[in-house]
């Protein structure tokens, strides 16, 4: 899941993506999904944002770079 989230943000980096999408587009509890976010938040890929009652996640800023570099090292 975490894998596909990570897809989706290097195939459109400006994407912001928000729990409860996350939870009804992969059929998932909310907190599942809450969590998925979360750890990729915590391992740096993404960064989280609080929007009214609402917290959005978006590719964080070096976060493309070094998904390429460990998907394609030189």
């Given at each position: 899941r975490q894998a596909r989230i990570l897809d989706e943000s290097?195939?459109?980096?400006?994407?912001?993506?928000?729990?409860?999408?996350?939870a009804m587009s992969r059929g998932l509890a909310y907190e599942t999904a809450r969590q998925d976010f979360l750890q990729l938040v915590s391992a740096g890929y993404m960064e989280q944002q609080k929007r009214g009652r609402v917290f959005e996640f978006s590719l964080a800023q070096d976060a493309e770079k070094r998904l390429r570099k460990?998907?394609?090292?030189?």
């Open positions: 290097l195939a459109a980096p400006t994407t912001v993506f928000t729990i409860k999408r996350h460990e998907i394609n090292p030189v």
